[in-house]
């Protein structure tokens, strides 16, 4: 008995995973919630087609024990039963396929048409394992540039066109919508129309090197009004260092290996390979959903990259812990 | 013939595919190694005999090792050594697919070159990237003129070129700017 519950407990736990920040039926997007009603459709047909099958087999063995002998062979032919039940069985499974094609293709015309008339556009460009985001506007010095990060305004259909630096890459926020791959040399898109506010995880859904399973997007779906001051906020170069440390951090970061990669907005600081960390300690995460944002984690990630995220491009440059520290405290600010 | 003959081959042919495993290794998982980048060293006069000093053996680890090599032909791409030496074959910039090595050819005299700069453009990267970068990028640049083994380099470039495969670049001997026929 006690093994049976252990199993049981076994089975369900994998569910505890279902609600939250990561999950294909929470439906909080147009297409995502598309899918969800594809899902509850196919899992009614198939779950009672299998209800069907289980009792058919458990009367059919039922039935052999106690009554039939061999040599009744007749039997077969004549049973009243046999007849409609072998009709009505095949009706059955031509509607229910029937019902699930049409289901399915429904669904993907709604899909199709899901974000016709997108009223933001964005490129999302992956990189091992990082994700590049610009936000575009007809006035050039209203784009935004940031990563690792979308913030998208309820209701409001947005228009991702997606770029790949270097393998293939998956887009995938699966409370959003489905999986779209992010091609070297070709431009792939995704419509995403965001219906209900909250913070959600996108992942990368193809492998794509030693560190794919940390290549994550902190997505944050909130009201217009939200997502304006967000905008506005962006669009400001790096506030300058104010304290002694944070000054020396600033130095240390436009002057030297940091700067070769890292774009820092309203500094000398304008590398263009690496994460752009205008507005980096806004953001819920570093490298890539790899670490929560805290000042301790940014310590430890400047001093040794490779220790927390094995095979990333960012080199350990050997700081010393007062360059770490000014390093943390400059990074800071960047709100 | 004898059934053990086969039998021996593959294990032969086994042991042989384990020579390999130093190729890929990927000293970024621990820490950098320790070896800084050396100063600039004459390029045909030293010291003794005449002849260089062999290059040490932390210096060849990079012109061996697959991974370091692909490295620094990403380096060689994002840090735009393309703008002046386009994808080898010079521009404002001398060419790197050639025989011609003003300040050397060898891995540490290109490391060091790169380390400290070379009047008229070459900037200097010291502090701009880490000596195992460096040593990456000079791994790199001994590729393009075939000095480093075919097994370790890339068989593919990242950009257009109408040049063979570096798996088929011939071999260019070492040789001072000055050396040759001008």
């Known amino acids: 008995m006690n093994r049976r519950a252990a199993i049981c407990v076994l089975l369900a736990a994998p569910l505890a995973n279902c609600g939250g920040v990561q999950t294909a039926l929470g439906g909080e997007g147009a297409e995502g919630a598309n899918f969800v009603r594809l899902f509850t459709v196919f899992m009614i047909v198939c779950a009672a087609m299998y209800l069907i099958i289980t009792v058919g087999l458990i009367v ?25 039940a072998l009709a009505i069985w095949t009706a059955l499974v031509v509607t229910g396929l029937a019902a699930l094609t049409v289901a399915s293709f429904l669904t993907d015309r709604s899909n199709a048409a899901v974000a016709r008339d997108s009223r933001l556009t964005l490129t999302v460009t992956a990189n091992q394992w990082w994700w590049d985001v610009e936000y575009h506007s007809p006035d050039a010095s209203r784009t935004v540039h940031t990563a690792n990060e979308i913030h998208l305004p309820v209701g409001v259909p947005a228009e991702v066109i997606l ?110 390979i690496a994460p752009d960390l205008t507005h980096f300690a806004s953001r819920r995460s570093i490298a890539a959903g790899t670490l929560p944002m805290t000042q301790a984690n940014v310590a430890r990630w400047l001093a040794d990259p490779q220790a927390q995220k094995p095979g990333n491009h960012m080199p350990n440059i050997g700081l010393s812990p007062d360059q770490v520290r000014a390093l943390t405290a400059y990074l800071g600010t960047l709100k | ?92 910039g001398p060419a790197l697919i050639d025989d ?70 011939e071999r260019e001997p070492l040789r001072p700017a000055d050396s040759a026929q001008q």
């Open chain 1, 60 to 84: 059919a063995l039922r039935r052999r024990k106690s009554a039939l002998t061999l040599d009744d062979r007749r039997h077969h032919e004549t049973s009243p039963v046999l007849r409609p």
């Open chain 1, 163 to 272: 770029k790949s630096n270097d393998v293939i890459h998956s887009l995938w926020i699966p409370n959003l919508a489905g999986k779209q791959d992010l091609i070297p040399g070709r431009v792939t898109d995704l419509q995403l129309v965001p219906r209900k506010a909250g913070q959600y995880r996108g992942q990368c859904a193809e492998f794509c090197g030693i560190q794919h399973s940390l290549m994550a997007l902190d997505v944050t779906v909130e009201s217009k009004a939200d997502f304006q001051r967000w905008y506005q906020a962006q669009l400001q170069p790096a506030p300058p260092p104010a304290g002694s440390l944070e000054v020396a951090g600033y130095g240390y970061f436009t002057t030297r290996e940091c700067s070769s990669c890292h774009n820092i907005g309203g500094t000398p600081a304008s590398g263009q």
């Open chain 2, 1 to 92: 013939m004898s059934s053990r003959f086969p039998a021996s081959l593959c294990a032969l042919g086994l042991m042989a595919c384990l020579a390999g495993c130093h190729r890929e290794a990927r000293q970024d998982w621990s820490k950098p190694r320790a070896d800084a980048v050396p100063a600039a060293s004459p390029d045909t006069i030293f010291p003794g005999n005449g002849r260089a000093a062999p290059v040490t053996t932390a210096a060849a680890f990079y012109e061996h090792n697959a991974h370091a090599i692909a490295r620094g032909q990403q380096l060689f791409a994002t840090m735009n050594c393309s703008g002046c030496h386009s994808h080898g074959g010079g521009g404002m």
């Open chain 2, 100 to 169: 011609k090595w003003v300040y050397g050819g060898r891995i540490d005299q290109i490391a060091a070159s790169i380390m400290e700069g070379r009047p008229n453009g070459m900037p200097s990267w010291q502090g701009k990237l880490t000596d195992q970068q460096m040593w990456q990028l000079a791994a790199y640049v001994r590729s393009l003129s075939g000095q480093v083994p075919k097994d370790a380099v890339s068989a593919r470039a990242d950009e257009l070129s109408n040049t063979p495969p570096q798996t088929q670049t």
